[in-house]
């Protein structure tokens, strides 16, 4: 990447979109990261502050260090070089070309401009943008269920840049479907989600790298067969039944090393928000499972007075698209810096609040601890 210091004649600094300037009492100057809300306040010199208005990327640095006051102009060039030099570090100063410089296809840096310029408001440097995004390219996305949450994922996560996924899913897209799945059209009903799940990927990226398996994920089946080279696995499918499903996928992922999502949206968790899990840094799926085993061992629900129950639990679009963009959101703090939480998080709907539960490590979990 091009830095101020070590490239003046050809680098033309430009303020960039996305930051809002604001000029106080005295000396100080506010940038507002408008992507962010994050500020940073400055003190710099008169002189300084009228720079910013030049930082157009119309200019490089060496004819904008000739416009500096001619008195004293070696000491106003170290200050302006250092200046210039700080809000690079920060993000806010790049080259007018930094997003065709990043090392990606013409074609991709087009599509996820906008994307790139969130990262650069988080990563703070154009080097930071290409760390998480390469990471994102690289990465493999194992998604087990392509239904109401996970075919939202199969929409949010190519726009963001993931192109390799492996998905499974034994259904075909039904009526009921259309009031709930990305993927909505009604000449797809019939169609097996993993296809259409496919297509829909490749409507956003034509490139991407997608695999079906029309198949469910019983006791019998091999997982390292159709996840082995995964570099994620997430989990939004409900059947035969998400906490078994989530407690095998998480012991296969803890053994590869790998992060494991346990997706929400199921049944009366419509508005869960879904747990990554990391080895080493996070409970494991059978840690979960034990917390809530014991926090409902009090529960004692009578028999429902419907004895054949056919009909699946309702759920409003909405509540599977907020679960899948949180665990998009999810995703990309742990590639930008590692963040996880273990809390678990629900929407309650009708009083639009969120409510947290703090899950934590059992002591010596053979699964956690695990070589």
């Known amino acids: ?29 506010t940038f507002v990261y408008l992507a962010t809300r994050k500020r940073l306040y400055v003190a710099c010199e008169g002189f300084l502050q009228d720079s910013l208005a030049w930082l157009t990327g119309r200019s490089t640095l060496t004819e904008l260090l000739a416009r500096l006051p001619q008195s004293e102009n070696q000491s106003a060039q170290k200050k302006f070089l250092s200046f210039i030099d700080y809000l690079f570090g920060r993000g806010i100063v790049v080259d007018k070309d930094w997003i065709n410089d990043l090392p990606f296809p013409p074609d991709y840096l087009l599509r996820l401009e906008r994307h790139m310029n969130f990262l650069l408001d988080l990563c703070g440097t154009p080097d930071g943008v290409v760390s998480v995004q390469e990471s994102v390219c690289s990465c493999t996305v194992g998604l087990v269920g392509v239904g109401a949450v996970g075919g939202w994922l199969c929409a949010v996560l190519p726009m963001m840049g993931f192109g390799k996924f492996i998905l499974i899913d034994p259904a075909v897209v039904g009526p009921s479907s259309l009031s709930r799945h990305a993927f909505h059209r009604t000449d797809l009903v019939g169609m097996p989600k993993v296809q259409a799940a496919e297509a829909f990927i490749k409507a956003v990226d034509l ?13 019998e089946t091999d997982l390292s067969l159709i996840l082995g080279d995964a570099s994620i696995i997430i989990n939004t499918a409900d059947e035969p039944y998400i906490g078994h499903l989530n407690i095998v996928l998480g012991r296969f992922a803890f053994r590869k090393g790998i992060p494991f999502f346990a997706g929400g949206g199921f ?46 639990f ?7 698209a907020f679960s899948a963009f949180s665990a998009a959101i999810a995703l990309l703090r742990y590639f930008i810096d590692g963040s996880i939480t273990s809390d678990r998080t629900e929407l309650y709907f009708q ?14 979990c053979k699964f956690c601890n695990h070589p």
């Open 314 to 320: 309702g759920g409003l679009p909405t509540l599977a």
């Open 1 to 29: 990447m091009k830095t101020p210091t070590c490239s003046p004649e050809t680098f033309s600094p430009l303020l960039r979109d996305g930051v809002d300037v604001y000029f106080n009492q005295g000396d100080e100057v």
């Open 267 to 312: 049944d009366a968790h419509l508005g869960c928000a879904g747990e990554l899990l990391v080895k080493g840094k996070t409970p494991c799926a059978d840690c979960y499972s034990a917390y809530f085993k014991q926090a409902v061992a009090d529960w004692k629900p009578v028999t429902h007075p419907v004895h054949f129950r056919r009909n699946s």
């Open 351 to 364: 009083a639009y609040k969120q409510e947290h539960f703090k899950i934590s490590k059992r002591e010596n």
């Open 207 to 219: 490139s991407a790298d997608v695999r079906t398996h029309q198949v469910a994920v019983i006791p």
